[in-house]
């Protein structure tokens, strides 16, 4: 499990505001740290699709349908925070992302697994894992002192 702090949710925003230029649509969701029922994915995935414009009632199984295939025929860049569990994946994500479409992800979890189900996602590029990296001790003193003005005697 990666520490909090990394600046993973910061950078992931960053990027996201710089891509959703190139995207027809982008929606943000963010998970609670601690997981996820299964009323608070359906929940996340009525708002995202409410911010894309689409009808949002309907069994979890009807909007993720709606999603897939509104990424059919729409370029949509979507963004889920703080993912931790795959169930998390398996309750917001539909099997199937159009091409040219893209997915990030912010995680604690160094090695989520990724089911099977999005096993053709990861061939075509559309998700892909990146891991930041981590200072060692001295670095990160380093990096506080001059964040906070601090003397190199501080620490």
């Known amino acids: 499990m990666l520490p909090g702090g990394l600046g993973k949710t910061t950078m992931a925003t960053k990027l996201y505001n710089v891509l959703r230029r190139s ?7 963010e998970l609670d740290l601690e997981g996820s029922t ?13 911010h894309l414009g689409l009808p949002s009632t309907g069994s979890r199984a009807e909007l993720l349908q709606r ?8 370029k949509v860049l979507l963004f ?3 993912v ?13 992302f159009s091409n040219g479409s893209c997915i ?9 697994p990724v089911s099977h189900s ?3 996602l990861n061939r075509s590029m559309q998700l892909q894992r990146f891991m930041p990296a981590t200072l060692n001790i ?4 380093a990096l506080f002192r001059s964040r906070h003005g601090l003397s190199e005697d501080v620490l």
């Open 23 to 29: 995207f027809q649509q982008a929606v943000m969701m």
């Open 38 to 50: 299964q009323e608070q994915l359906t929940s996340l995935l009525q708002k995202a699709l409410e």
């Open 67 to 74: 999603l897939a295939e509104f990424t059919q025929r729409t």
């Open 80 to 82: 889920l925070d703080n």
């Open 84 to 96: 931790n569990y795959d169930s998390q994946l398996d309750g917001l994500l539909p099997a199937v």
């Open 104 to 112: 990030i992800i912010t995680s604690r979890v160094s090695d989520l």
């Open 118 to 120: 999005y096993q053709a």
């Open 138 to 141: 001295d670095s990160a003193r």
